[in-house]
T-cell receptor, first 112, second 113 residues
Framework: AQRVTQPEKLLSVFKGAPVELKCNYS??????LFWYVQYSRQRLQLLLR??SRESIKGFTADLNKGETSFHLKKPFAQEEDSAMYYC??????????????FGQGTILTVHP | DTAVSQTPKYLVTQMGNDKSIKCEQN?????MYWYKQDSKKFLKIMFS???????INETVPNRFSPKSPDKAHLNLHINSLELGDSAVYFC????????????FGPGTRLTVT
């Protein structure tokens, strides 16, 4: 079964500092990895997906198959980045079409 | 022009009661989901429907029964509520061709006393 681990429940950084939210997954088939974000009083929404290889709001995430990791990084954190971040995996092409397995979530707080 | 809406937003009820949570999406998506978020913020899928057909059914007590009258609606009915059912329930939807780009509702906080 798919498993996603986010080892940090809480992460605090100061504005302008680099930030890295860790995510590890258990390997099963051909996983697709995602980061979802929930800002205060807003809905959970997709931030980025590994196959897009794009930077969203300054965030990037690289899939490292050797380490089975998909850490989310931003070189200079901003206060508006404060939110709950969920890492999620899906087994591309599997029978559980659309099934996302979420990690436990990391609450990021960026201090001024 | 809310994309995914849920009613009610809050639901407080006693053990043993039966309750329903409704979900509607106006995005034209053909796949809808129900997730449960527990007190530790752990988010887990319960069900998904594609064009009114059940396609994901996780290990959920059969007291939980989803119903999809049409592809824009996915309701969740819960029988004989238990204390452990207290959680936030999220509805989501997606297009079939982009199943992992899911649009979430605001959540329904269920409290069973």
């Amino acid at each position: 079964a798919q498993r996603v681990t986010q080892p940090e429940k809480l992460l605090s950084v100061f504005k302008g500092a680099p930030v890295e939210l860790k995510c590890n997954y258990s390997y099963s088939g051909s996983p697709e990895l995602f980061w979802y974000v929930q800002y205060s009083r807003q809905r959970l929404q997709l931030l980025l997906r590994h196959i897009s290889r794009e930077s969203i709001k300054g965030f990037t995430a690289d899939l490292n198959k050797g380490e089975t990791s998909f850490h989310l990084k931003k070189p200079f954190a901003q206060e508006e980045d404060s939110a709950m971040y969920y890492c999620a995996s899906a087994n591309a092409g599997g029978t559980s079409y659309g099934k996302l397995t979420f990690g436990q979530g990391t609450i990021l707080t960026v201090h001024p | 022009d809310t994309a995914v809406s849920q009613t009610p937003k809050y639901l407080v009820t006693q053990m043993g009661n039966d309750k329903s949570i409704k979900c509607e999406q106006n995005l034209g998506h053909d796949t809808m989901y129900w997730y449960k978020q527990d007190s530790k913020k752990f988010l887990k899928i319960m069900f998904s429907y594609n064009n009114k057909e059940l396609i994901i059914n996780e290990t959920v007590p059969n007291r939980f029964s989803p119903k999809s009258p049409d592809k824009a609606h996915l309701n969740l009915h819960i029988n004989s509520l238990e204390l452990g059912d207290s959680a936030v329930y999220f509805c989501a939807s997606s297009q079939k061709k982009v199943p992992y780009e899911q649009y979430f509702g605001p959540g329904t906080r269920l409290t069973v006393t």
